[in-house]
């Protein structure tokens, strides 16, 4: 008997310590792990510099509340607006939090234009979190199953099509456009490589706030610190969460001047958001992903993911998709059971949407590629 509600199915393993790319249970069995707690590891497990942040700041001191000047929010946060081009941050303790704070500057934004009916489009198959507002935007009636009323301001258009959106720009209650820059509980979805720059010039020409939703694909993720840097553009409003702790909850909503200042006082809060505890892990994963290379490391490792992929029997195979160490391996069968196969494996992988999700810390390396393509080569036969 359990006293934790039933909404989740977790299997039946728990782990107890980690070091790097490897879990390890009660009987020191050990697990690679190609998932990451869902993206959050950016530095795999117990790395020495994130523990060592986070056990010196929490000796010294874990919580003031925003009601006083916290110095490592200000350091955070400057650190970021720097990294992606920005200049005012928000700080959440989650994902999902980060897109409220990005839905409320949206209706502020409403608000100062004199649009009483917004509208925030977004795209089908996308993800952006399970609060009441993020789960409105989520395009998936999975999600979404059960919740109604939903908001209504969020209309869903298809994912990588122009054309959608262009239905839209002569419609004078739209505000903004949401989307992740790929998809990625939908099975790494890939867009055009012009997209993006295209949602931008829309968004330009129609005064909508461009907001990418960058909770899986930011911090080094897809081979570049956010993955809008491919589209060489910049957002307006840019959400992060997954890797920015390595594990803490921290999340962080990232505005451009122009938008910024529509966050007055009293307007948005958070009691935890960017205390100290959380600030100086996520400093530590920055200082640490730009130290030890992280990102060149991403790079390399991908494309040798790239090259080992294809030896895989590619007749269970519809499609591969790779950005960065976001791995999308999409089956022409359904993968059932194959979460617990590989933990019978003894590695950690995802399902989702009849594709294999691997999403590994970004110190991945050869070695470890090696064992997971040589699993689930093993893995597929059996299907
Ligand atoms: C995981 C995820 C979220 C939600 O983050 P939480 O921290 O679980 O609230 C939102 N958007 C994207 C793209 C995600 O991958």
């Given at each position: 008997m359990s006293y934790l509600t039933p909404n989740y199915s977790p299997l039946n393993i728990s782990f107890v310590h980690g070091s790097g790319c490897y879990l390890f249970d009660k009987n020191d069995n050990k697990?690679?792990?190609?998932?990451?707690?869902?993206?959050?590891?950016?530095?795999?497990?117990?790395?020495?510099?994130?523990?060592?942040?986070?056990?010196?700041?929490?000796?010294?001191?874990?919580?003031?509340?925003?009601w006083y000047h916290i110095d490592l929010q200000e350091q955070l946060a400057e650190k970021l607006c720097k990294l992606a081009n920005l200049n005012k941050v928000f700080f959440a303790n989650s994902g999902a939090e980060a897109n409220e704070a990005a839905i409320k500057v949206s209706r502020l934004f409403a608000n100062k234009n004199n649009i009483s009916n917004p509208i925030i489009l977004t795209a089908n198959n996308g993800f952006h979190g399970r609060t009441m507002a993020t789960l409105s935007?989520?395009?998936?009636?999975?999600?979404?199953?059960?919740?109604?009323p939903l908001m209504s301001e969020f209309i869903n258009i298809d994912f990588n099509d122009l054309a959608a959106i262009k239905q839209y720009t002569n419609n004078p209650n739209v505000v903004a456009i949401m989307l992740e820059p790929i998809q990625g509980e939908h099975g790494v979805i890939i867009p055009n490589?012009?997209?993006?720059?295209?949602?931008?010039?829309?968004?330009?020409?129609n005064n909508w706030l461009m907001i990418l939703d960058e909770v899986q694909t930011g911090i080094a993720r897809t081979g570049?610190?956010?993955?809008?840097?491919?589209?060489?553009?910049t957002p307006d409003i840019l959400t992060i969460a997954k890797g920015l702790g390595c594990g803490v909850p921290i999340g962080a909503c990232l505005i451009d001047e122009k938008y910024s200042n529509l966050l007055t006082i009293n307007t948005h809060g958070s009691t935890f958001g960017g205390?100290?505890?959380?600030?100086?892990?996520?400093?530590?994963v920055l200082n640490t992903i730009e130290s030890e290379k992280i990102i060149e490391n991403v790079n390399?490792?991908?494309?040798?993911?790239?090259?080992?992929?294809q030896t895989l029997d590619q007749s269970k195979i519809k499609q591969i998709r790779i950005k960065g160490l976001m791995i999308?391996?999409?089956?022409?069968?359904?993968?059932?059971?194959?979460?617990?196969?590989?933990?019978?494996?003894?590695?950690?992988?995802?399902t989702t949407?009849?594709?294999?999700?691997l999403l590994p810390p970004l110190i991945f390396g050869k070695k470890e590629v090696d064992i997971v393509i040589s699993k689930i080569s093993k893995l597929i036969k059996k299907l």
């Open positions: 697990y690679l792990d190609c998932l990451s707690g869902v993206g959050v590891m950016v530095l795999g497990h117990s790395h020495p510099k994130i523990v060592n942040a986070i056990c010196k700041q929490a000796k010294n001191l874990i919580h003031t509340s925003n935007a989520t395009g998936n009636k999975k999600v979404q199953n059960k919740f109604d490589d012009n997209y993006l720059q295209n949602v931008r010039k829309i968004c330009n020409e570049k610190m956010f993955a809008f840097e491919y589209s060489n553009i205390n100290p505890l959380v600030c100086s892990a996520a400093i530590a390399l490792i991908s494309d040798y993911f790239k090259n080992q992929i999308g391996i999409e089956l022409n069968i359904e993968p059932k059971d194959l979460m617990q196969l590989a933990l019978d494996e003894k590695i950690l992988i995802n949407n009849n594709t294999i999700r």
